[in-house]
T-cell receptor, first 114, second 112 residues
């Protein structure tokens, strides 16, 4: 079974530009999560989708971040315009619908804003 | 105060040693507890769930003390391949979200 995949693996952009990160969850997983780790800090929750609906977006830092999951399959996270403090590793995770708390993480996208 | 506190380490131990990590958490409403392992520049991977009764998986033993809001992980007979960052993770604050709350991690380096 394929795991969670993320694209791109690395992205280097200039301040003010736009970047879109993509996550493909494990097939059949209704729950999809985005997390972020900035340098020197712990991994922090950004938001949670159940299918195409946003269940919890309490971790989104500000309105420069927009997450979508049209059709309830893959998800995108757009940062527009990017700021220096957005640099970090963005992880996506998915879990099945059975209420299990175990989440399966993708390899992450390393974003560098210069 | 951070929701999850861990000693960042590093813990440098020789092969074959026994090493213990501790973690404290501040939210008594937490319902689920985990240890994740993260190798350098890789994603976190679930090592084991943690239960009040304690649970063991091979060389790894995890323990939860709800009264003290304290979680531990014991690794016996350390292997070189155990070198990684060990993340203390909480989940299940109730409500509709299953978001996970991470500690900063404890770095373990097993030396030959």
């Amino acid at each position: 079974e394929a795991g969670v995949t993320q694209f791109p693996s690395h992205s280097v952009i200039e301040k003010g530009q736009t970047v879109t990160l993509r996550c493909d969850p494990i097939s059949g997983h209704d729950n999809l999560y985005w997390y972020r780790r900035v340098m020197g800090k712990e991994i922090k929750f950004l938001l949670h989708f159940v299918k195409e609906s946003k269940q919890d977006e309490s971790g989104m830092p500000n309105n420069r971040f927009l997450a979508e999951r049209t059709g309830g399959t893959y998800s995108t996270l757009k940062v527009q315009p990017a700021e220096l403090e957005d640099s970090g590793v963005y992880f996506c995770a998915s879990s099945p619908r059975d209420g299990s708390y175990e989440q399966y993480f993708g390899p992450g996208t390393r974003l560098t804003v210069t | 105060r951070k929701e999850v506190e861990q000693d960042p380490g590093p813990f440098n131990v020789p092969e074959g040693a026994t090493v213990a990590f501790n973690c404290t958490y501040s939210n008594s409403a937490s319902q689920s507890f985990f240890w994740y392992r993260q190798d350098c520049r890789k994603e976190p991977k679930l090592l084991m769930s943690v239960y009040s009764s304690g649970n063991e998986d091979g060389r790894f033993t995890a323990q939860l003390n709800r009264a003290s809001q304290y979680i531990s992980l014991l690794i016996r007979d350390s292997k070189l391949s155990d070198s990684a960052t060990y993340l203390c993770v909480l989940g299940g604050y109730g409500g509709a979200t299953n978001k996970l709350i991470f500690g900063t991690g404890t770095l373990l380096a097993v030396q030959p």
